[in-house]
C-alpha cells in the first residue's frame, strides 16, 4: 500500500518545512522508496533544505488564460473597460490596454467588443520540476510566474506526477501555511496529516483550523 503523509500548519513559520524535509530524511532511510513534494508553490524551499543535484524532468502547466488585444483593429469604444471586474482594461491614448497582471481569463471584454479585436490566449501558469536530493530520493516542486494564480491546480499536477511517475513509492508532502487551495489540494485523497505548530494563541487557533479541515476530508 502507498503511503500519502501531508505535513502542515495553520500558521506560517512554525517549523513545517524543517519537520517534512527531517521525516522525508527518516523515512527514506528506512523505506527506500520515497518522494517528497514541496507544494507551498508560492515560495518553494525544499529545493534549498534537501539540495537537489540534479533536474530530471519539467512540466510545463498552461492552465491561465489572458485577454490580448490586436491594437490594429481597436476603435477605443470602451464597452471591455466597463466590461472588467478586475480592472484589468484601460484606454490609453484611444486605444484599449490590458494589465496581464490583473486580468483572470473571464472573456468579458472578448464577448463586448465590436470588433473583435481581443482574444483569449493560453500562458504559463506554473512548472513543475522534478530533481534528485542528496539524500538519494526524488523531490518534486514548483514555480510560479509573476502575477499567475491557480496553485491549487498546481499542486495537483505536482501530485499527479509524482504518482505517475513515482508508483508505488511513499509520498510525503510539505504543504504550504493556512487552508487555502495549496492546502486544499495537499490533502485531498492523503493518509495521514501531520499538524505543527508553536505554543502561541495565533499558532493554536490556526491549528484548529487546519485540523478541522482534515477532518472535513476523512484524515
Not at 175 to 197: E, H, N
Request: hydrophobic content about 45%.
Amino acid at each position: 500500500m502507498v503511503l500519502e503523509v501531508v505535513v502542515a500548519s495553520g500558521k506560517g513559520g512554525v517549523g513545517k518545512s524543517t519537520i517534512a524535509s527531517s521525516l522525508a530524511v527518516i523515512m527514506g532511510k528506512e523505506l527506500g522508496n520515497l518522494v517528497v513534494i514541496d507544494a507551498d508553490v508560492d515560495a518553494p524551499n525544499l529545493h534549498l533544505i534537501l539540495n537537489v543535484r540534479e533536474w530530471v524532468d519539467e512540466l510545463v502547466i498552461r492552465s491561465a488564460r489572458v485577454a490580448k488585444v490586436d491594437v490594429g483593429k481597436c476603435v477605443g469604444c470602451g464597452l471591455c473597460v466597463n466590461a472588467c471586474t478586475n480592472k484589468a482594461v484601460k484606454l490609453v491614448n484611444g486605444k484599449c490596454v490590458i494589465n496581464q497582471y490583473l486580468c483572470e481569463g473571464c472573456g468579458a471584454c472578448v464577448f463586448v467588443c465590436p470588433k473583435k479585436a481581443i482574444e483569449l490566449y493560453d500562458v504559463i501558469s506554473g512548472i513543475v520540476k522534478a530533481g534528485l536530493t542528496e539524500f538519494g530520493f526524488p523531490l518534486i516542486t514548483a514555480s510560479l510566474p509573476p502575477g499567475r494564480a491557480n496553485t491549487g491546480k498546481i499542486v495537483t499536477e505536482e501530485r499527479n506526477l509524482a504518482r505517475n511517475r513515482f508508483k508505488n513509492f511513499t509520498i510525503v508532502t510539505d504543504a504550504a501555511a493556512g487552508i487555502g487551495c495549496q492546502v486544499i489540494a495537499s490533502l485531498v485523497g492523503a493518509d495521514l496529516a501531520l499538524l505543527v505548530a508553536e505554543p502561541t494563541p495565533t499558532s493554536f487557533n490556526d491549528l484548529k483550523r487546519i485540523h478541522r479541515l482534515t477532518k472535513h476530508f476523512g484524515i
